[in-house]
């Protein structure tokens, strides 16, 4: 049995004098000579396998050093939304990788901050009230519109906003739904075209942001006419007369609805006066500029929502044609502005069929504070924005969690309640003497439009 060598290297020269001992034989493919001219076949093949190996190793460490670059990238955006980064779990690192080389403080490298979800820190009682939330593309239903979609995602970011805003452009884009539609065959439109395809573009944009009334009764409506149609309707007839009650809805039920609204509001108006209001609203805004326009000299008073800041727009707007505007960057300047306003003008979301009023949130305080000092609240509100079928009595059954102040410690609710003891009148673009009609006359103002000879 040979013994181990304890001396130099294979192919080594050997010290002079002194007994030697002999080396045991080297292992080809483990064992490399000092210059490759000398290498063996064997060698040089175990040589290559080696350097494979290697090279093999590099490329996935620098792959996982680009993942994790990549990853460490990701930061929350302007909306409090957070990327995803890749969650494959821990992958390996040089330690000699640049990105991941030893603090010189001593403090452990930071780790990948892991999404957790927006709704966290909202109490259990709570947990009922929606969100506005961006729906990937590419986790919509693969029967959405790239119409609905694009609104979907301005809704969702508050693009889009206002509820006529939202409502129009939600009805804008079903055009291009039913005008790209096409009945597959053995269906007829009055059955398929609900369910397989209307429904599909309702409920994504539901999941972006919560739907508001108004869009909840044009909905109700477009359904009630595809529903009307005969099951041998044919299929473009029954588009155009879909596609004529859009036109038809979006002419009366909002751009018509809103000149009523504001000229009735503007002859509220007279000379002198000081017109408080809350935030913009267009309705607000059309009228005081309805009511320059017409020859009346007065003076608006504007509480700006903080979180919002559309009351600055609204000052801007108003000063540039030459009316005189005292502003108050949020409510702590409430009783000042209410001591000087001859009365109140706001704009609504909604109105609920006991008459409260679904606004902005901070509306409720102001008119409160109106009432208790003899001052007339008017609202302006289009008839779509009716529900007539819910009441509240409170802002904790019917609003919306405002996503970008949402946190841990904190959220904020985008809407209040205001009782209809709080409001003197509402304007609408029903033609009753001046459209001013009391609060809770919101039903009877229904039956009146849709039956003009019913006795309210």
């Known amino acids: 049995m040979a013994t181990e060598a304890t001396g130099a290297p294979a192919g080594a020269t050997p010290p002079q004098g002194g007994n030697q001992t002999t080396a045991a034989p080297v292992n080809p493919a483990t064992t490399t000579p000092a210059n490759p001219a000398q290498l063996t076949p064997a060698q040089l093949k175990a040589k290559a396998k080696a350097d494979k190996a290697a090279r093999r190793a590099q490329v996935k460490e620098t792959k996982a050093v680009v993942a994790a670059a990549d990853a460490a990238k990701t ?11 890749k969650q494959d779990g821990p992958q390996s690192q040089s330690k000699t990788s640049p990105q991941h080389r030893a603090s010189v403080s001593g403090r452990r490298p ?15 009682c709570f947990s009922h009230i929606p969100m506005a939330k961006r729906i990937p593309t590419a986790q919509a239903h693969k029967d959405v519109h790239p119409a609905v979609l694009l609104v979907g995602q301005q809704m969702a970011t508050f693009a889009i906003k206002d509820s006529i805003a939202r409502l129009e452009a939600t009805l804008l884009a079903f055009r291009k739904v039913i005008g790209s539609y096409e009945t597959p065959k053995g269906n007829s439109l009055s059955r398929h075209f609900v369910p397989h395809v209307l429904n599909p573009q309702i409920e994504y944009l539901t999941e972006c942001r919560p739907m508001c009334y108004s869009m909840g009764n044009a909905i109700r409506l477009l359904k009630a006419k595809v529903n009307d149609f005969d099951i041998d309707t044919p299929e473009e007839e029954a588009k155009e007369g879909l596609l004529e009650t859009i036109d038809l809805f979006i002419n009366e039920r909002i751009t ?33 500029l309805l009511a320059k326009k017409n020859g009346q000299l007065f003076d608006v008073s504007i509480i700006d929502d903080p979180y919002d800041r559309g009351g600055q727009e609204l000052a801007s707007s108003l000063q540039q044609v030459g009316i005189r505007v005292f502003y108050s960057p949020n409510l702590g ?30 509306t409720a ?12 609240v008017i609202v302006l509100c289009e008839t779509i924005n009716f529900d007539r ?23 904020r609710l985008l809407f209040d309640t205001t009782r209809d003891k709080y409001i003197t009148g509402v304007i609408t673009e029903f033609e ?25």
Do not use: C
């Open 333 to 362: 300047g409430l009783r000042a502005n209410v001591e000087r306003a001859t009365n109140v003008l706001l704009g609504t979301e909604a109105i609920f069929a006991n008459g409260s009023l679904h606004a902005a949130a901070g």
């Open 365 to 376: 305080d102001i008119a409160v504070a109106a009432t208790n000092a003899s001052k007339k």
């Open 256 to 288: 018509l609805a809103e000149f009523v609204i504001a000229r009735n509001a503007a002859k509220q108006i007279n000379n002198g006066d000081v017109i408080l209001t809350y935030g913009r609203h267009r309705l607000v805004e059309k009228t005081f």
């Open 432 to 456: 009753s003497g001046t459209g001013n009609s009391p609060a809770q006359a919101i039903l009877a103002l229904l039956r009146k439009q849709e039956d003009p000879t019913a006795i309210a």
């Open 389 to 411: 079928e819910r009441v509240s009595v409170d802002a904790l059954t019917y609003n919306e969690i405002d996503p970008e102040q949402n946190t841990s410690e904190s959220f």
């Open 75 to 85: 930061t929350v955006d302007a909306k409090g939304n957070k990327g995803k980064g």
């Open 110 to 124: 930071s780790t990948l901050a892991v999404e957790k979800d927006v709704r966290s820190g909202i109490p259990e």
